[in-house]
């Protein structure tokens, strides 16, 4: 017996409905399967260190750009696909857990960034590390040589 689920589901709907199925069909399931298995990972970590995704995804892409690990809000809510209130009720958020500071733009006096604080800074490369673990334990055992070959196959397509 197969335990495959996405073999099962592809078998399945080439019996009921074999014209629903395209070269790319299993291809997007398997694609759509990782995607949940990592996103569910994460959300184990992230509800571990008392973080949403959002404020996971503001305080990594603070800590990503380096020293001084600020940023205009508008720079953050294009790089993360939020909206600007989105990003701003997230930014509300860190703030009152002591995570991120508003202070006043040095290149534009009307303007503001976000800056991470020192506790900002530790949990969010807390944050990256124990996600990153998660993510390698999940794949730990196949050979380094399958997982590079699999990313090459992975970023031919998003060429595409």
Same mark, same amino acid.
């Given at each position: ?6 073999? =099962? +589901? ?39 260190? @008392? ?18 690990? $600020? =940023?205009?809000? /508008? ?7 939020? /909206?600007?209130? @989105? ?5 509300? =958020?860190?703030?009152?857990?002591? +995570?991120? #500071? $508003? ?6 006096? $009307?303007?503001?960034?976000? $800056?991470? #604080?020192?506790? @900002?800074? /530790?949990?969010?490369? =807390?944050?990256?590390?124990? /996600? ?9 055992? +196949? ?18």
């Amino acid at each position: 017996m197969n335990d495959d689920p996405v073999d =099962q +589901l592809i078998a399945s709907w080439q019996q009921e409905l074999p014209e629903v199925l395209h070269p790319t069909s299993e291809l997007a399931k398997r694609i759509m399967v990782l995607a949940a298995e990592l996103s569910e990972s994460t959300r184990q970590i992230l509800r571990d260190l @008392g973080l949403t995704t959002a404020e996971y995804d503001v305080i990594v892409s603070l800590r990503r750009g380096g020293t001084p690990y $600020r =940023q205009k809000p /508008s720079d953050l809510s294009r790089n993360l696909l939020l /909206s600007s209130g @989105g990003t701003s009720n997230v930014t509300n =958020q860190l703030v009152r857990r002591g +995570l991120v #500071t $508003r202070e006043p733009d040095p290149d534009d006096g $009307r303007g503001t960034q976000i $800056r991470l #604080t020192p506790e @900002g800074i /530790s949990l969010a490369e =807390q944050a990256v590390k124990a /996600s990153s673990a998660a993510h390698h334990e999940l794949w730990a055992d +196949l050979p380094d040589e399958t997982v590079a070959q699999a990313a090459k196959a992975l970023r031919a397509l998003f060429r595409a």
